[in-house]
Structures are given as structure tokens and as C-alpha cells.
């Protein structure tokens, strides 16, 4: 894999986000190693389930300057150091009102966090919390700043992603995605298109695969959705499993995160996969998903789909900051995880269909039970239900109950079945429940 390491060095330091030019040369570059990787786009401003495909977001330079001319803070050193998705601003600023606009981690002192806000207006820089004290500490209160970040949102724009479809002996597929979006982040981010693109490079080669395959390259959550808006009838029909690969490139652990009932056909062919090459392996339970195992198991979807990791988002120090670099990621990390991988979609080309039929209608909707109104992962954020500027050291613990609540919101389950698989007492599982009707995002059937 020390191939796959080049590329990751070559698409580090391109500036990425959910829409943007640095996407589009981003899978240029992958698809000079996967020859017919397909680069495609939805249309800024498209309603997609309860979601609007964002504007196409591009920016030329940010930074912050002291009174003297000096940068004390500029993007061209580190992508991490605007916040994804800022407006424009180019004016003089009181100390004061810099400080308002500055992210930082006190937990680490030495890591520039990466910060986003997709979906609100808003503009700010991140830096290491010893800069942070720097600019608190030398500049006075009435000292000016000249804030300039030259960023545009194109209205008629678009959402780039790629995909790969490799025909197989019988037309039900396997679905292997991973992310596109984060920028200069190894791990985390590009660990998962590096594995993705050895994979499709590998079973492009066999010509004799029982089943299909599709990879996909997508930016996260709202490519997830649209891709699924776009395609639901075809998935539904042929998917029968599959994986998102993230977060694959260290060398410290082997994860897996379930599928939403921990029994689909995926979940065994992975399991059996780990088992049979002896690999110890930390398991997650569904519920500590935040990543695209929700959308492709969100109410009304539940495609099986499970995650492959080595430490999973969150568990690792260096995630979500400019510690992330390929210090984290090895050669090594990476060829395990394609080994791994590799075997888990062998096991699962082997499924013969009509188990996965048997396991997708198992469950039955039932008439009085619980049901999310929207297809898909339902946009919390638009309803004030979910923190619209994104870090690590928010406080998601209450929005992402009411994803986990909202996940066995598909009509199978009621109060008491939703309280024993998202581990909540029935008291705070019934208070979910209010939020949520009061939110017009779920019914009773």
C-alpha cells in the first residue's frame, strides 16, 4: 500500500469540503488510479428528503492580520484553519470581536481543530489554543484586526461525487462507501478513499465477481442522502449489504459498527471474516454510529450496511485535528485494513440472496408503532434540534439520542422496543418521543 500512501500525500494538502473545486481535483487524482471511477453531480439547491443540497462553496484565501501587517493566522499554512463553509468577510475588526470567531481545543493545546458550519451563516478560524493565548495575551482591547476571507457560494453550483460499478455474475450488489469531504485530516478522512480505491482497483481486475459491486466517493451525510434520493429504487431492488470504509489507517485496533438490528447479512460476513483471520476486534453497537452507517440504515432505507475501522471516529486523540496526518496512517495500517476488507466482501458475495430477502422481512411495520415521516436521516439542524457549527468538543450527547431514537423509528418498533435498543429508561425514551412529535418528525401508524 505504500502506493496508496503517495496518493493520500498528493490529496492532503487539497482544500475539500462538501462542494467545492477541491472535490472535483480530489477524485481526478483517485481516478487515475481507479481508470473507470466516474466523477458525477447534483445540482446546488436540489431538495433531497427532508435535506437541500448545499451551494457550491469555494475559497481562494482566509487569514487574520495584527495591526502591523503580520498574519496571525492564514489558510495557506493549514486548511484546518477556516471554518468549512465561512462567508465572506473582509473588514477591521476589535479584539473582542476576534475572539468570538476563534476555535481552539484547551485539551490540546498544540492542534488546530477542524471546525464546519454546512448549514448556518457564519464565518471563523480555528488555531492551536498556544496562538490563541498569544493573540489574547500581546494585542490590547482596542488593537484592530483585518479579517479577510475571500470565499463565494455559487447558487447554480453543484455537489461532485464519484462512482464505480463493476458487473458481476448476478445483478444484486454490494455497496462500499467512504468520504471525500474533510480536508487535510489522514485518517479520519483520506485513509477511507485510499482502502475504497485499492478495493475497486482489486475486484475490477476479477471478471468472474458472483456479485456486483458499487463504490462510492461521497461527500458526507448530504452525499449519502442525495445519492439514495436519486437512486432509492434501483438500491432497494439489488443492494444486499455493504460497508462504509472510514477511519482506516492507523495501526492500533480493528473496529466494526453493526448494521441497526446487528444481524444482517453483512454483519455476519464480516464477523466471520474477522473471526476466521484471527483478528481481535473492538465491536460497536449500532448506536455509536455518527457517520454514514445512519443513512444507509435511516428509517425507511435500512439497507444492512455496516462500518470497517481501525479506531473508530472519536476514539483516537488526533481526530478531528491537524495531529491527523500520516504519522497516523501507515503502509501497514491501510494493507490490514484492505486485507480485512477484502475478506469481508468475499464472505458476503457468498450470501445467497434469499437470506438477505429472509433478514429485510423479518421485521414488520405494525400498526400503532412508531414511524419516522421523512425517508432517510431526517435534518435535525433545520429544526434547532442539532448544534449547526460542528467540533469534536460540542455537546452531541442529546442530539444524537434523538438519531438513535430515530433510527428504530421505522415503523417496527414501539416505546418500549425503541427504550431497549437505544439503552434509554422508558421515562427519557417518552420524552424523545414528545420532542420529536412536537418536531413533526414522527407519527404513530
Keep these: 500500500m505504500k502506493n496508496y500512501i503517495n496518493i493520500g500525500k498528493k490529496l492532503f494538502p487539497i482544500h475539500r469540503s462538501l462542494t467545492g473545486k477541491g472535490n472535483i481535483k480530489s477524485l481526478k487524482i483517485l481516478k487515475k488510479d481507479i481508470k ?5 453531480n ?3 439547491g436540489e431538495k433531497v428528503f427532508d435535506w437541500k443540497i448545499p451551494y457550491e462553496w469555494n475559497v481562494k484565501q482566509a487569514y487574520v492580520k495584527d495591526k502591523y501587517g503580520k498574519k496571525l493566522i492564514d489558510l495557506s499554512l ?13 473588514k477591521n475588526i476589535k479584539k473582542k470581536e476576534l475572539l468570538k470567531h476563534l476555535h481552539f481545543y484547551k485539551k490540546q493545546k498544540n ?18 489554543y498556544i496562538n490563541f493565548l498569544k493573540i489574547k495575551k500581546n494585542y490590547s482591547d482596542n488593537d484592530n484586526f483585518i479579517v479577510k476571507i475571500d470565499s463565494k457560494f455559487k447558487k447554480n453550483g453543484k455537489l461532485t461525487f464519484g462512482e464505480l460499478f463493476i458487473k458481476g455474475r448476478e445483478k444484486k450488489e454490494i455497496l462500499i462507501t467512504c468520504n471525500i469531504c474533510h480536508p487535510s485530516m489522514a485518517n479520519n478522512e483520506l485513509s477511507g478513499p485510499l482502502v475504497t480505491s485499492a478495493l475497486a482497483k482489486h475486484f475490477g481486475k476479477i471478471k468472474t465477481n458472483k456479485k456486483s459491486l458499487r463504490f462510492l466517493f461521497l461527500p458526507e451525510t448530504i452525499g449519502a442522502i442525495a445519492y439514495i434520493k436519486k437512486n432509492f429504487k434501483s438500491l432497494k431492488k439489488n443492494v444486499i449489504g455493504g460497508y462504509h470504509i472510514t477511519c482506516a489507517g492507523d495501526n492500533r485496533v480493528y473496529s466494526y459498527l453493526y448494521s441497526k438490528y446487528h444481524d444482517s ?7 466471520k471474516a474477522f473471526k476466521d483471520l484471527k483478528i481481535k476486534l473492538k465491536k460497536y453497537k449500532h448506536i455509536h454510529s455518527e457517520s454514514e452507517a445512519r443513512r444507509f440504515n435511516a428509517p425507511n ?20 485535528t491537524s495531529l491527523d496526518n500520516f504519522n497516523v496512517v501507515t503502509a501497514k495500517g491501510l494493507s490490514g485494513t484492505f486485507k480485512v476488507a ?18 429485510s422481512e423479518k421485521r414488520k411495520i405494525k400498526r400503532g408503532y412508531i414511524k419516522c415521516k421523512t425517508f432517510c436521516e431526517p435534518n435535525l439542524g ?14 452531541f450527547k442529546e442530539p444524537v439520542k434523538l438519531l438513535d431514537f430515530l433510527q428504530y423509528a421505522d415503523g417496527t418498533n414501539n416505546l418500549r422496543n425503541i427504550s431497549k435498543l437505544v439503552n434509554l429508561s422508558m421515562k427519557k425514551t417518552s420524552n424523545i418521543y414528545k420532542i420529536l412529535m412536537k418536531a413533526k418528525v414522527v407519527k404513530k401508524i
Design 36 to 40: 473507470n471511477l466516474k466523477i458525477k
Design 42 to 44: 447534483y445540482k446546488s
Design 78 to 90: 493549514n486548511n484546518l484553519h477556516l471554518v468549512s463553509y465561512s462567508v465572506p468577510i473582509n
Design 111 to 128: 492542534a488546530i481543530p477542524y471546525v464546519t458550519s454546512f448549514y448556518k451563516k457564519y464565518w471563523g478560524f480555528c488555531l492551536t
Design 265 to 271: 447479512p453483512s454483519d455476519k460476513a464480516a464477523i
Design 301 to 320: 432505507i435500512n439497507f444492512g450496511t455496516g462500518e470497517i475501522m481501525r479506531s473508530k471516529y472519536h476514539s483516537f486523540p488526533e481526530y478531528h
Design 342 to 359: 477484502k475478506r469481508i466482501i468475499e464472505n458476503l458475495m457468498e450470501i445467497n440472496t434469499s437470506t438477505f430477502l429472509k433478514w
Design 382 to 395: 433545520k429544526r434547532k434540534l442539532y448544534p449547526l457549527i460542528s467540533r469534536k468538543d460540542n455537546s
